[in-house]
């Protein structure tokens, strides 16, 4: 069965940092692809992120370009998102998702996480 567990949010000041965490099992993590979404109220879903483990590629979200770092560590089934000078707008719930088999590929229903709220201050 697939599971994503979140994890890593908070509360922090505009510039800050902090770093997600997704842990992973029920499939193959070395050929998976795993996003990280977001969603703030009001706003539709949006994925920042997205790392293919099998060949490492990378995707971001322009609006993040620059501040956010995904990584995977195979070793313990998870994906991370390192998130550098944080905006308000930045503000959500940030889940992670599995795609079917590529960053480019619709996710998997019920991959989906709990999420974990980041909050951004002014």
């Known amino acids: 069965e697939v599971q994503l567990v979140e994890s890593g949010g908070g509360l922090v000041q505009a510039g800050g940092s902090l770093r997600l965490s997704c842990a992973a099992s029920g499939f193959t993590f070395d050929e998976s692809a795993i996003g990280w979404f977001r969603q703030a109220p009001g706003k539709e879903r949006e994925e920042v992120s997205c790392i293919n483990n099998r060949d490492r590629s990378t995707y971001y979200a322009d609006s993040v370009k620059g501040r956010f770092t995904i990584s995977s560590d195979n070793a313990k089934n998870s994906v991370y998102l390192q998130m550098n000078s944080l905006k308000p707008e930045d503000t959500a719930v940030y889940f992670c998702?599995?795609?079917?088999?590529?960053?480019?590929?619709?996710?998997?229903?019920?991959?989906w996480g709990q999420g974990t709220q980041v909050t951004v201050s002014s």
């Open positions: 998702a599995r795609h079917l088999s590529s960053c480019q590929l619709k996710i998997i229903m019920g991959s």
